[in-house]
C-alpha cells in the first residue's frame, strides 16, 4: 500500500540554523505532493505543493521543497531557521488512482530556541 | 474572516454518549472533508462529500455518520461513543477540480471518558 514516513519526529534547532526535514513516499506512480505547517493552537497551512515542472519548489516564509524521484523523496528545507518556525510539519501525497485522496505523514514536531 | 470554522474546540463526554460536530466553510468550496488525528499526529481521512455525496468512505466505524445539509456544511455524528474515538478531528474544504489544495479548520479535540 502506498504511504508517507517522515522519519525525523523531534527536531530541535538553534535559529539562525539550517533545516531539513525528511519525506519519503512509496508507490512507483505519479505523485503531487505537498508539505503543510500547523502552528501550536492553529490549523493545518499549506506550505508548499508540487504537481509537475520544476522539482524545486518554493514555498511561503522562505521554505523550499525539492522532489528527487530516483530516491521517492520531498525534502523540506529553509537556509535559517526563525523562533516563529516552531510548529508541527506534515508532508502529504496524492497518488494516481488514490481519488486525490491526500495520504498523511505522522508530522515532525520542530522546535527552534533562540 | 474564519475560512474553515469547527464547533465545538473541545468535546469532552462520556463513553456510550452521542455527540456532533459541525463544520462550515466559507471559501465557496465545493468538496469537505473529515480527517482523524490521532495521539501519535497521524492524520487520516475519514470521509469527503461533494455537493453533498459521499466521495470517500474509508474504513470508519459505521458508528461513525457525516451529513452535509449543503455544500457549505459537513457535520460529523458519532454514536455510542468510544475511548478509542478521542482524538483531534479535521474538518477540511477544496475545490473538486483542485482536491489536493485543501484548507483546515482549527480542528476538535474529542476526549471520551
Known amino acids: 500500500a502506498q504511504s508517507v514516513s517522515q522519519h525525523n519526529h523531534h527536531v530541535i534547532l538553534s535559529e539562525a540554523a539550517s533545516l531539513e526535514l525528511g519525506c519519503n513516499y512509496s508507490?512507483?506512480?505519479?505523485?503531487?505532493l505537498f508539505w503543510y505547517v500547523q502552528y501550536p493552537g492553529q490549523h493545518l497551512q499549506l506550505l508548499l505543493k508540487?504537481?509537475?515542472?520544476?522539482?524545486l519548489v518554493k514555498g511561503i516564509k522562505g521554505f523550499e521543497a525539492e522532489f528527487i524521484k530516483s530516491k521517492f523523496s520531498f525534502n523540506l528545507r529553509k537556509p535559517s531557521v526563525q523562533w516563529s518556525d516552531t510548529a508541527e510539519y506534515f508532508c502529504?501525497?496524492?497518488?494516481?488512482?488514490?481519488?486525490?485522496?491526500?495520504?498523511f505523514g505522522t508530522g515532525t514536531q520542530l522546535k527552534v530556541e533562540l | 474572516d474564519t475560512a474553515v470554522s469547527q464547533t465545538p474546540k473541545y468535546l469532552v463526554t462520556q463513553m456510550g454518549n452521542d455527540k456532533s460536530i459541525k463544520c462550515e466553510q466559507n471559501?465557496?468550496?465545493?468538496?469537505m472533508y473529515w480527517y482523524k488525528q490521532d495521539s501519535k499526529k497521524f492524520l487520516k481521512i475519514m470521509f469527503s462529500?461533494?455537493?453533498?455525496?459521499?466521495?470517500i468512505n474509508e474504513t470508519v466505524p459505521n458508528r461513525f455518520s457525516p451529513k452535509s445539509p449543503d455544500k457549505a456544511h459537513l457535520n460529523l455524528h458519532i454514536n455510542s461513543l468510544e475511548l478509542g474515538d478521542s482524538a483531534v478531528y479535521f474538518c477540511?474544504?477544496?475545490?473538486?477540480?483542485?482536491?489536493?489544495?485543501?484548507?483546515f479548520g482549527p480542528g476538535t479535540r474529542l476526549l471520551v471518558l
Open positions: 462529500y461533494n455537493n453533498k455525496e459521499l466521495i
Open positions: 502529504a501525497v496524492t497518488f494516481t488512482g488514490g481519488g486525490n485522496k491526500l495520504t
Open positions: 508507490y512507483g506512480g505519479t505523485v503531487n
Open positions: 477540511a474544504s477544496s475545490l473538486l477540480q483542485d482536491q489536493e489544495t485543501q484548507y
Open positions: 508540487y504537481f509537475s515542472g520544476d522539482p
Open positions: 471559501l465557496g468550496h465545493d468538496t
